[in-house]
């Protein structure tokens, strides 16, 4: 059973568009990373969010933490060709030491 | 500064041999984590290494055993490998803890077990 679930699973839409992923659990987390990783290639950290209601923007991505640090959404205004990806959502839980818990991850598909 | 790098880059075995995968850590870095990663799914914690020892491991079976060494690179062994074995494996280093430990992946290895 995975601790993160993502949604969709996959997206496939016209480059412009706007969407959202969400990163979803019933389960508190420290942090909460978000990741795009490319086909052959890791995973490349794009945000790290740490409290709860956090909004962080990187250009026309933003990433929301949830006010009680169990979900986190991503939104990319007007979608290019060049965001296609696996976008994966990373929570991270403190014990004697730090563990990270991915998601399964949203399949993105920009079409020009 | 040279990220992480992971070695070989792509491996076929065939069912019941043993492998071995290689990682460097980013520069700085003192703690190395392995991760399994199916087609088209999340990575999964196989374990990690910290000061030369296992500090913590997923639910993975004693096939899967690591080695950290003095300079922190790191070593991922398989033993009786099993198709369902094949994946692209990621290295990844970070340093510090804390809520905002980050973690920096190597490109993986892919190996496929025929």
């Known amino acids: 059973t995975q601790l993160l679930e993502q949604s969709p699973q996959f997206l496939s839409i016209q480059e412009g568009e706007n969407l959202t992923v969400y990163c979803n659990s019933s389960s508190v987390f420290s942090s909460l990373q978000w990741y795009r990783q490319e086909p052959g290639e890791g995973p490349v950290l794009l945000v790290t969010v740490v409290t709860g209601g956090e909004v962080k923007k990187l250009k026309r991505l933003t990433f929301q933490f949830g006010d009680a640090r169990k979900d986190s959404s991503l939104h990319i205004t007007a979608a290019q060709p060049g965001d296609t990806g696996l976008y994966l959502c990373a929570g991270l839980k403190e014990y004697n030491f730090n563990k990270f818990y991915f998601g399964s991850g949203t399949k993105l598909n920009v079409k020009p | 500064d040279a990220g992480v790098t992971q070695s070989p880059t792509h491996l076929i075995k065939t069912r019941g041999q043993q492998v071995t995968l290689r990682c460097s850590p980013k520069s700085g870095h003192d703690t190395v984590s392995w991760y399994q990663q199916a087609l088209g799914q999340g990575p999964q914690f196989i374990f990690q290494?910290?000061?030369?020892?296992?500090?913590q491991r997923g639910n993975f079976p004693d096939r899967f055993s690591g080695h950290q060494f003095p300079n922190y690179s790191s070593e991922l062994n398989v033993n009786a490998l099993l198709l369902g074995d094949s994946a692209l494996y990621l290295c990844?280093?970070?340093?510090?803890?804390?809520?905002?430990?980050?973690?920096?992946f190597g490109p993986g290895t892919r190996l496929l077990v025929l």
């Open positions: 990844a280093s970070s340093s510090g803890t804390g809520v905002r430990e980050t973690q920096y």
């Open positions: 290494y910290y000061e030369e020892e296992e500090r």
